[in-house]
């Protein structure tokens, strides 16, 4: 049986988070998921645009198992029209979706693809007879992360989805391990990600005030990081959190 836990954000005016432990795993499989998708990523890896565009045609094909017309994309993403037209046609070129009559759906090489990114971060699905090859369960897993990432979109101030990994790692600590901070190392093992490679994405955080960093009191060498919680677009992310994993 789950136990209700009532949890505050540290150090800020946030509101108190009522939410079911078993619940709040589905979090670290998310954050397994931004890093197998960091790394797995074939084109534009390191623009959130680009996979903002890609992950609202995925959550259709792979969560609800229904095709996408490129200008309900193009609405949803909020975009330039050409940027995301370019975006697509990239994909089609790369055999990632196929068109047919103006729908995309998914190739078998994606569907693939796809497999072997859940089933690496852990992510539960099932085999489907129909043309998408798979459906996720039990949760929303792709249609969080469009939520989440779009704040950043709205915001203009995140360019990459390492940089949403960084900040999912920091929640998932937070909430699962109720610890306040990750020092640089825990943050790059648990993104397996090269300490170098993590700097790139932590000092754009750190400049957007969306991070605060302290040093360690024993060694002034170690940088502990966190979540800034008087930044808007953090709070934001805090309730969308709240509102997909809390009861």
């Given at each position: 049986m789950n136990t209700a836990v009532n949890i505050r954000h540290p150090d800020s005016d946030l509101p108190d988070c009522q939410y079911t432990p078993m619940k709040m795993k589905q979090l670290a499989l998310i954050t397994n998921l931004a890093s197998q998708l960091y790394f797995r990523q074939t084109t534009s890896r390191t623009s959130l645009r680009s996979f903002f565009i890609k992950e609202i045609i995925i959550e259709n094909f792979f969560q609800h198992n229904i095709p996408c017309h490129s200008q309900w994309v193009i609405d949803q993403a909020g975009e330039d029209p050409n940027f995301v037209k370019r975006n697509i046609n990239r994909s089609i070129k790369a055999n990632r979706y196929r068109l047919i009559d103006d729908q995309l759906y998914p190739t078998q090489p994606l569907i693939k693809h796809l497999k072997s990114i859940y089933r690496d971060s852990?992510?539960?699905?099932?085999?489907?007879?129909?043309?998408?090859?798979?459906?996720?369960?039990?949760?929303?897993?792709?249609?969080?992360?469009?939520?989440?990432?779009?704040?950043?979109?709205?915001?203009?101030?995140?360019?990459?989805?390492?940089?949403?990994?960084?900040?999912?790692?920091?929640?998932?600590?937070?909430?699962?391990?109720?610890?306040?901070?990750?020092?640089?190392?825990?943050?790059?093992?648990?993104?397996?990600?090269?300490?170098?490679?993590?700097?790139t994405a932590l000092g754009p955080l750190i400049e957007q005030q969306l991070l605060t960093t302290r040093s360690d009191s024993c060694d002034n060498r170690i940088t502990h990081w966190r979540l800034n919680p008087k930044d808007n677009s953090i709070k934001e992310k805090y309730a969308t959190i709240k509102r997909f994993f809390v009861e």
């Amino acid at each position: 049986m789950n136990t209700a836990v009532n949890i505050r954000h540290p150090d800020s005016d946030l509101p108190d988070c009522q939410y079911t432990p078993m619940k709040m795993k589905q979090l670290a499989l998310i954050t397994n998921l931004a890093s197998q998708l960091y790394f797995r990523q074939t084109t534009s890896r390191t623009s959130l645009r680009s996979f903002f565009i890609k992950e609202i045609i995925i959550e259709n094909f792979f969560q609800h198992n229904i095709p996408c017309h490129s200008q309900w994309v193009i609405d949803q993403a909020g975009e330039d029209p050409n940027f995301v037209k370019r975006n697509i046609n990239r994909s089609i070129k790369a055999n990632r979706y196929r068109l047919i009559d103006d729908q995309l759906y998914p190739t078998q090489p994606l569907i693939k693809h796809l497999k072997s990114i859940y089933r690496d971060s852990q992510i539960p699905f099932t085999e489907t007879s129909n043309g998408y090859g798979i459906k996720l369960t039990p949760f929303r897993i792709h249609e969080f992360v469009t939520a989440y990432c779009a704040i950043s979109m709205a915001e203009k101030n995140q360019a990459t989805l390492l940089q949403q990994a960084v900040e999912l790692a920091l929640w998932e600590a937070f909430f699962l391990f109720k610890k306040k901070t990750l020092i640089t190392g825990q943050i790059a093992q648990r993104l397996q990600v090269s300490k170098s490679t993590l700097s790139t994405a932590l000092g754009p955080l750190i400049e957007q005030q969306l991070l605060t960093t302290r040093s360690d009191s024993c060694d002034n060498r170690i940088t502990h990081w966190r979540l800034n919680p008087k930044d808007n677009s953090i709070k934001e992310k805090y309730a969308t959190i709240k509102r997909f994993f809390v009861e």
